[in-house]
């Protein structure tokens, strides 16, 4: 009975052991800016941000080059795989930057319904998230010039104040990468995607807004 009762104790013991050593799981969420030159490039900011995190954390990059927050986008994130890989992976954080490409002509003649679409993907990723897990949106590098059909005068006016509005209404953490990139063009190249250094700084206000 004793030596039951210790085999016992030890596996428990054992289980612990594994359950404390389990990495936070961060799901990121997002188009090109975030697949970057590729999903397991370590030059993309998800991966960045994982070596800066270290072991602790296990970072899934979900980015989908060309995708858009609306759903009647051309491209939209909803019909990707990845977007049923995000439910899948069961994040402790999430991470979601788009609404880049939804500023193009063609999508944001349904600029309307980009809260009520951006609201019901955060509440759709939530509901497999545990009760503790915690939703990260982000305010995307600036546009310094139309490029790909992208205009600045929408991402920077117009988008930058709905996305602080659904950070507030959904109960979510907003994270600032706009802020950082103003006044350095020089890593926007295309005006649109940063360079690897850009992809870099990235990498640390996110993991910082993490650790906080």
């Known amino acids: 009975m004793k030596r039951t009762s210790l085999v016992l104790l030890a596996l428990l013991a054992l289980n612990s052991i594994s359950l404390a050593q389990a990495p936070i799981k961060i799901a990121c969420v997002g188009n090109s800016i975030t697949q970057g030159p590729g999903r397991d490039n370590p030059d993309s900011w ?30 939209p994130f909803w019909n990707e795989p990845q977007f049923q890989q995000v439910k899948d992976f069961k994040a402790d954080i999430l991470i979601i930057m788009l609404g880049t490409n939804d500023s193009k002509p063609q999508n944001w003649q349904y600029a309307s319904e980009f809260r009520k679409d951006y609201l019901d993907m955060i509440a759709e990723f939530k509901a497999t998230m545990p009760a503790d897990g915690k939703v990260y949106v ?29 950070a507030l209404d959904s109960g979510s953490e907003l994270i600032d990468l706009y802020t950082p990139f103003m006044g350095h063009e020089d890593l926007l190249p295309d005006g649109v995607h940063p360079n690897t250094e850009g992809l870099g700084i990235m990498a640390k206000v996110v993991a910082r807004a993490i650790r906080l």
């Open 46 to 75: 998800p991966l960045q941000m994982q070596a800066i995190l270290g072991d602790a954390y296990e970072v899934g990059n979900f980015g989908v080059s060309g995708r858009t927050l609306l759903r009647k986008g051309d491209y």
């Open 138 to 166: 982000v305010m995307p590098v600036p546009v310094t010039r139309e490029n790909f059909g992208i205009r600045p005068v929408v991402m920077n006016n117009e988008q930058r104040m709905m996305i602080i509005d659904i």
